[in-house]
């Protein structure tokens, strides 16, 4: 089975332009996370979605959104590009939802001039 | 939340076993205990999970304590490619009945030739 694939995989954006990231679950998952990962944060859950509806969200603003289509891809979207959205953007997909063993993807790096 | 509570850094000798551990004393009863681990900032790999019983599988065993305050991934034989972050995450629910993972800062395990 093929594994969880992230689209693009690098990526540099200027400040306040926006930016869509592409998640694709293993085929058969239905729910896909999405996590920020920094330095100096680490590991942080930005939210879920499972049958096309946002089910859980983590402490991130606005400006961070997603949308789940009904193959179960996700795409993320950030708004207004700050220095401090430079992070690796990583989605893990699961069968039912994140109560079950999440698998993640490679992660897009995203830089932020 | 649960937090977890890991050490830094870790040395351990190729083929001697890896033992580390993770404090989690904040846990709930029906909270699972995760182990990821992630090389070189590629997403991060499952490895084993559990929830009051010790478990093993082709990767790792997990030992977790009668008051499941803490616990402990052991790698038997360490080799040169287990060097990696090892995240010990407590996944926690809530009253929607969905889960988020919480990750902790990892221990850097390096495993020396």
């Known amino acids: 089975k093929a594994g969880v694939t992230q689209t693009p995989r690098y990526l540099i954006k200027t400040r306040g332009q926006q930016v869509t990231l592409s998640c694709s679950p293993i085929?058969?998952?239905?729910?896909v996370s999405w996590y920020q990962q920094t330095p100096g944060q680490g590991l942080q859950f930005l939210f879920e979605?499972?049958?096309?509806?946002?089910?859980n969200k983590g402490n991130f603003p606005g400006r961070f959104s997603g949308r789940q289509f009904s193959n179960s891809r996700s795409e993320m979207n950030v708004s207004t590009l700050e220095l401090g959205d430079s992070a690796l953007y990583l989605c893990?997909?699961?069968?039912?939802?994140?109560?079950?063993?999440?698998?993640f993807g490679p992660g897009t790096r995203l830089l932020v001039l | 939340d649960a937090k977890t509570t890991q050490p830094t850094s870790m040395d351990c000798a190729e083929g001697r076993a890896a033992n580390l551990p993770c404090n989690h004393s904040?846990?709930?009863?029906?909270?699972?205990v995760y182990w990821y681990r992630q090389i070189h900032s590629q997403g991060p790999q499952y490895i084993i999970h559990?929830?009051?019983n010790n478990e093993t599988n082709e990767m790792a065993s997990l030992i977790i304590t009668e008051d499941r305050k803490s616990s402990t991934l052991i790698l038997p034989h360490a080799t040169l490619r287990d060097t990696a972050v090892y995240y010990c995450?407590?996944?926690?629910?809530?009253?929607?009945?969905?889960?988020?993972?919480?990750f902790g800062t990892g221990t850097r395990l390096k495993v020396l030739a």
């Open positions: 893990a997909s699961s069968f039912a939802g994140t109560g079950e063993t999440q698998y």
């Open positions: 085929s058969g998952h239905r729910s």
């Open positions: 979605y499972f049958s096309e509806t946002q089910r």
């Open positions: 904040t846990i709930s009863g029906n909270e699972y």
């Open positions: 559990g929830l009051k």
């Open positions: 995450i407590v996944r926690v629910g809530s009253v929607s009945g969905t889960y988020k993972y919480i």
